[in-house]
């Protein structure tokens, strides 16, 4: 299985809103209402931040937004904030295993 | 709130056998279904290793499963990762998490695993 293919790197401006595609296949992204986001500053751990393609699990702010269309899933960042400045790593259940995302970068400039 | 802790072996040689154990604090790995392994290599992106569940059924990333065996001990609150015949591609920081439904709620710290003689 290969890897969910993401943008290398995004930007925005504070305030602004940053999108991030994730694209899969038919056997995992487009099948599974499974796709999950997970945010890594680094050095740390990857925290998650959206969970079955829309939600948010508590405590994460209502600024992150997730939707899928087919074969592909995306994040949307809403009023960027200098530490939403991270990686950010999709990830698809794909039946027996799970598939993550190639990462893209966040920039706040 | 659950706490998840790696530990094990930082340096392991060629064709060794990685081990590492993923304490659970907080919580009984009992109470949920399943428990996987993740993997980062250095500057590189996550790689999903495995997953086990509490009555000891498991499932692997088809890129790793002939090497990777994944146990857990519900008497002591961890489970373990082996993973066998390493070269320097298996070098990375190693995570343990905690499923919340089909995604990884909560993560350990990681550890770094270097492959090396």
């Known amino acids: 299985q290969s890897a969910l293919t993401q943008p290398p790197s995004a930007s925005g401006s504070p305030g602004q809103s940053v999108t991030i595609s994730c694209t899969g296949t038919s056997s995992d992204v487009g099948y599974y209402n499974h796709v999950s986001w997970y945010q890594q500053h680094p050095g740390k751990a990857p925290k998650a931040m959206i969970y079955d393609v829309t939600k948010r699990p508590s405590g994460v702010p209502d600024r992150f937004s997730g939707a899928k269309s087919g074969n592909t899933a995306s994040l949307t960042v809403s009023g960027l904030q200098p530490e939403d400045e991270a990686d950010y790593y999709c990830?698809?259940?794909?039946?027996?295993?799970?598939?993550f995302g190639t990462g893209t970068k966040v920039i706040v400039v | 709130q659950v706490q998840l802790q790696e530990s094990g072996p930082g340096l392991v040689k060629p064709s060794g056998t990685l081990s590492l154990t993923c304490t659970v604090s907080?919580?009984?790995?009992?109470?949920?279904?399943?428990w996987s392994w993740v993997r980062q290599p250095p500057g590189q992106g996550l790689e999903w290793i495995g997953e086990?569940?509490?009555?000891?059924?498991?499932k692997y990333n088809p890129s790793l499963k002939s090497r990777a065996t994944i146990s857990i001990d519900t008497s002591k609150n961890y489970f373990s990762l082996n993973l066998g015949s390493v070269t320097a591609a298996d070098t990375a920081v190693y995570y343990c998490a905690r499923h919340s439904g089909r995604h990884f709620g909560d993560w350990g710290q990681g550890t770094l695993v270097t492959v090396s003689s």
């Open positions: 990830t698809s259940y794909a039946g027996d295993f799970y598939v």
């Open positions: 907080d919580d009984s790995i009992s109470n949920i279904n399943w």
């Open positions: 086990i569940s509490q009555p000891g059924d498991t």
